[in-house]
């Protein structure tokens, strides 16, 4: 479960937990069984939409979970299905493995698919400090599976602080091989029974977020401004089951 007690915090953990559960796949297995979606559209425009569903089922501290996306849109775009397997031992340290099935599709050409996989850590350090890494494609697989092209390396480490009740702080730095670092942090808060409040910002963009808890539904509401091009409008929904059992 969340590094600290209490539902306020529950709350906060698992809405920025679901959130991130697609790049950061290993803070799943502090999660009871969930499901939920996105859908984002970048700079507002059509050809730049994208959406994903994401399910993890917990069981027994065993963790079952797929993911789909697509980026995109009918003429062209990025196509993405993950299933994978994680492991909680002793609510403290946790590991997953995915394995991808990836599509590249554009109008007039053929569809190139390929195959990938990442592996992903989390630990609980203290009540209040989580910290989290996964590696993307560590094989060096290539696009279409035996093409010239390598799909990038990308890693990602991840920081989640709970300080103080009602107060989550989190801290990402990702980069892709070849690609520049991108560092992401956020706040978010649990000012009243129903409301999630939240910030954040990196070196790509500067964003707002706005959740509503209603029993095991948590609903988003986003919007980032990518520094010089446009606004990204997104929204989100979660449904969770009855939380785990503390040991």
Not at 110 to 115: A, G
Not at 132 to 155: E, Q, S
Not at 199 to 212: E, K, R, W
Request: glycine content about 8%.
């Amino acid at each position: 479960m969340a590094p600290t007690k209490g539902m306020s915090q529950e709350q906060l953990f698992r809405a920025h937990a679901a959130e991130i559960v697609p790049d950061m796949p290993a803070q799943s297995c502090f999660l009871p069984t969930f499901a939920g979606f996105h859908f984002r559209n970048d700079f507002c425009m059509k050809e730049m939409m994208y959406a994903d569903i994401v399910g993890v089922m917990n069981f027994r501290k065993n963790i079952l979970f797929f993911c789909v996306n697509h980026y995109g849109y009918a003429s062209y775009g990025d196509f993405k299905l993950s299933v994978g397997y994680g492991r909680d031992f002793g609510d403290r340290f946790a590991m997953t493995a995915r394995i991808f099935y990836l599509m590249a599709h554009a109008r007039g050409y053929p569809p190139r698919h390929s195959l990938c996989a990442d592996f992903a850590f989390a630990c609980k350090v203290s009540p209040k400090l989580l910290l989290d890494a996964v590696v993307f494609n560590p094989f060096l697989l290539r696009y279409g599976i035996v093409g010239k092209d390598v799909i990038p390396l990308r890693f990602a480490l991840g920081c989640t602080y709970m300080p103080v009740r009602k107060l989550l702080l989190s801290l990402t730095m990702s980069k892709s091989l070849p690609g520049a670092w991108e560092v992401t942090g956020r706040f978010m808060t649990h000012p009243i029974a129903p409301l999630l409040l939240g910030a954040d910002c990196s070196n790509n963009h500067l964003g707002i977020y706005i959740g509503l808890v209603y029993r095991k539904f948590v609903m988003s509401v986003q919007a980032a401004w990518h520094y010089r091009i446009s606004v990204s409008p997104e929204i989100g929904g979660w449904w969770f089951d009855a939380p785990k059992q503390r040991l």
